[in-house]
């Protein structure tokens, strides 16, 4: 079996960057040799996105349903910026 140009072959396979596949493969590689359960999921943490807005939970509860339907009309509801 051949596995020369194997990186560049899965790469091109899932339409990504060669240096991409080549980190998760040397990621498992490192994994395999400390014998360790191998898991290549993301790095990331699971703190992405945006962050949440902990102080109107309350006042947007005491707004009716039939009012806060848009983000436009909650952001009325509680005088602030859309």
Not at 15 to 41: A, E, F, M, Y
Not at 60 to 66: A, Q, V, Y
Request: positive net charge; hydrophobic residues 40%.
């Amino acid at each position: 079996m051949i596995y020369y140009k194997t990186t560049a072959f899965v790469a091109a396979q899932f339409d990504l960057h060669i240096q991409s596949v080549q980190r998760v493969w040397n990621h498992g590689k490192t994994q395999l040799k400390s014998s360790v359960p191998v898991v290549v999921s993301s790095l990331k943490k699971v703190r992405v996105g945006y962050k949440a807005i902990s102080g109107y939970s309350e006042a947007s509860r005491n707004i009716s349903l039939k009012k806060r339907m848009t983000i436009e009309e909650v952001c009325v509801k509680l005088n602030m910026s859309k």
